[in-house]
């Protein structure tokens, strides 16, 4: 079989595989089809299965001659079909009409909330139904397509309607806007997914799978046909394609805006146009470039060979903010090439969780602050974090987001109805009224005593309220605050609705009773006290027989950072010690990593054949031990460490808590008083004596 290409330059496609699905494909010539029916002989004798010819279908091409098509139908005995509505639930052909070719989407989604268990559910239940159900359900589409944007909103109009009637046919009032609604929980809302952003994230993960996935047929495929001869990022815009592929061009920026390029040679950045620069606040050129110079790249910014950046020609072209921050960048020897990674997780990988927070996060840079968001972020720290049933969360989110159906509440969304309390008809009956100050209620607190305090002091509303409680020192008081509000609210409600309720009196005692009994069916771990710190001192190699220890220090007031390096033998005895000031790289791992580096080619240095690198921070002993390239902003730092050690005999590299890596953290703080670098040879600073005994081994 020859397979189909869809370029001339593209690779031939023979099959392709799926769950239970095989899909072939050939020349419409008899030989070929002959073929098809000796693999499947073959493979019908080999499995004794024998292949479903109702379930198999053949597709042919609009030019294939009607009667070389009878005769292959004839000969493989399937049926012929003129065009495949649907595959694996996506649409196969997508008209002008978008919106049609994935009105099932909707209807399933509309068809899960119509069922009758959701009837049953509390609102806290049918968060947990949103999220896993309805919000996924259109998650593999939108992982392939860009969902026209009419869609998008009727799925969020049935979501949001479910979520405040519980019933997507029943229009209630919907107290909290959705733009508000799909804030992270840690932001005051409730997690819910933006489905246009969630649908960019998605497609987002397709382009980086385009940049880095470069052995894979679906990278050789799209590579060949709509950029052969540029990366993703660089694919002409005016590319005509499947809609697919128009889906996938669109999404390049949410990388574009999130992503940063890592200077390795410099060829390949544009140094007024792409996102190069090492703090989040200022990751492209400020100073304004001459016309001629757009296109210059940063290679053009260093030295070669010794890979040093040209400082005299910075200084001239940029301003010193942007001259500085050009300055911090670390280089390598090596001159690799640039690499694009994604600040926003700690290995430099793309996720859609990470896309879709920088989507949220770069809109709500957009806003302009509130400093009421500020003051209720202690109660959405804690809120959903507090031990009580989630239906009492949910009352405390509500009441804190003044989401409740309050006769106040009701008067502002012009509800006709008179806004004062039905027991004192002078006071208005907003949430605090209804559970905190209202005459009627106050027995009940009353009985509790660590209330007493908040009564001194005037409250604004109930977020206020809430704030002042959750700066008692006691959980508990929290929690039991919460179950007797949530129980007077309830009492409330059932009095409207001419209900039996139980005497003021019994709150508190039922209260406390509900919140015991929650607790002790929950599923709680052991609690167990917390391991007290070891006083951890330097330990002697165990595999090899020197011991290089480093360790970084930053020192922000003056942009700089500092490396501390001592190499000690098994018997403790110091062989050198070194202290050296560099540019402050913008990252604590950046530091780490270059003092890592720094370790390495100063043994080299000393002269030592092996050695075994510890330093403290785990996430750049996980880089230095793992076999793949570290895609993060010091990744070259890494590789360059590994390559530094291809000329030692024997080397590991090992990860030791703060406390037994107290002499390379003062060798790397001491740098803050050093012009460039000193080396004390078998001996350590005079001001790190001390230290350097008292970590002598015992």
Not at 346 to 374: C, F, M, R, W
Not at 651 to 665: D, P, S, W
């Amino acid at each position: 079989m020859q397979g189909v290409a869809l370029c001339r330059q593209g690779p031939k496609i023979t099959h392709l595989f799926f769950a239970d699905d095989n899909l072939l494909f050939t020349r419409a010539t008899n030989t070929a089809c002959e073929k098809i029916k000796f693999i499947l002989e073959q493979y019908e004798r080999a499995s004794g299965q024998q292949v479903n010819r109702d379930k198999t279908t053949i597709f042919f091409s609009k030019s294939t001659p009607v009667p070389t098509q009878n005769a292959i139908k004839e000969s493989l005995n399937v049926p012929i079909i003129r065009q495949y509505e649907k595959y694996l639930g996506l649409p196969s052909l997508i008209g002008r009409n978008r919106a049609e070719s994935f009105t099932q989407i909707k209807e399933r989604v509309w068809h899960k909330l119509k069922g009758w268990k959701e009837k049953l559910l509390s609102q806290a239940g049918r968060e947990v139904l949103i999220k896993v159900v309805a919000q996924a359900i259109p998650a593999y589409s939108m992982s392939c397509f860009k969902l026209p944007i009419k869609l998008c909103h009727d799925l969020e109009a049935l979501i949001r309607r479910f979520w405040w009637s519980n019933n997507p046919d029943q229009k209630k009032i919907h107290w909290v806007s959705w733009k508000k609604l799909c804030e992270p929980k840690r932001r005051g809302g409730m997690g819910f997914r933006d489905l246009q952003k969630f649908n960019e994230a998605l497609l987002a993960k397709q382009v980086w799978r385009l940049m880095k996935d470069t052995s894979s047929l679906f990278y050789r495929v799209f590579k060949a046909k709509f950029f052969p001869h540029c990366s993703i990022l660089e694919a002409d815009e005016k590319t005509r394609g499947s809609y697919a592929w128009q889906s996938i061009r669109k999404a390049r920026e949410v990388l574009l805006r999130g992503g940063v390029w890592r200077v390795g040679d410099g060829k390949q950045i544009k140094i007024w146009k792409h996102r190069w620069l090492l703090e989040d606040c200022h990751r492209t050129i400020i100073t304004h470039g001459p016309p001629i110079l757009q296109d210059c790249t940063v290679d053009q910014l260093i030295t070669k060979p010794k890979m040093e950046w040209d400082t005299a020609l910075i200084d001239k072209l940029f301003i010193p903010y942007d001259a500085e921050a050009i300055k911090n960048i670390p280089l390598s020897s090596r001159a690799p090439p640039d690499q694009f990674y994604w600040p926003g997780t700690a290995n430099g990988i793309y996720t859609v969780k990470s896309g879709y927070q920088t989507l949220l996060h770069n809109e709500n840079n957009l806003l302009p602050g509130s400093s009421t968001t500020d003051a209720l972020q202690p109660i959405w720290n804690t809120v959903w974090s507090l031990r009580i049933p989630k239906k009492c969360q949910h009352f405390a989110w509500r009441a804190s987001r003044e989401a409740l159906p309050t006769k106040v509440n009701l008067c502002k969304r012009r509800i006709p109805i008179d806004p004062n309390c039905e027991n004192f008809q002078n006071t208005p009956e907003d949430v605090l009224h209804a559970v905190w100050t209202c005459p009627l209620i106050k027995p009940v607190w009353d009985n509790e005593l660590w209330s007493q305090a908040l009564r001194a002091s005037p409250v604004l509303d109930f977020a206020d309220l809430f704030s002042k409680v959750l700066a008692f020192p006691s959980q508990q008081n929290t929690e039991v605050f919460i179950i007797i509000a949530w129980s007077l609210w309830q009492r409330r409600n059932k009095l409207r609705l001419n209900k039996t309720v139980e005497p003021l009196n019994q709150v508190n005692t039922k209260a406390r009773i509900y919140l015991e009994e929650f607790g002790s069916s929950a599923e709680t771990t052991p609690h167990t006290e917390p391991t007290p710190a070891l006083n951890t001192k330097w330990q002697p190699p165990r595999c090899k027989n020197f011991k290089a220890n480093y360790d970084g220090a930053i020192f922000k007031e003056t942009n700089e950072a500092g490396i501390g390096v001592i190499v000690r033998n098994r018997a403790g005895k110091v062989m050198a010690s070194l202290v050296q000031k560099v540019r402050y790289p913008q990252s604590v791992e950046s530091i780490e990593a270059w003092a890592a580096r720094r370790a390495v080619s100063f043994v080299k240095e000393i002269g030592l054949p092996e050695a075994e690198f510890e330093g403290d921070s785990k996430t750049v002993v996980a880089a230095l031990n793992s076999s793949h390239p570290s895609p993060t902003s010091y990744g070259h730092l890494i590789k360059d460490a590994k390559v530094l050690t291809n000329s030692l005999v024997s080397y590991c590299f090992t990860h030791v808590k703060r406390q037994g890596n107290a002499m390379a953290h003062a060798l790397a703080r001491m740098a803050i008083n050093t012009e460039n670098i000193e080396v004390w040879m078998e001996d350590v600073p005079p001001q790190t004596k001390r230290l350097y005994l008292s970590d002598f081994p015992v």
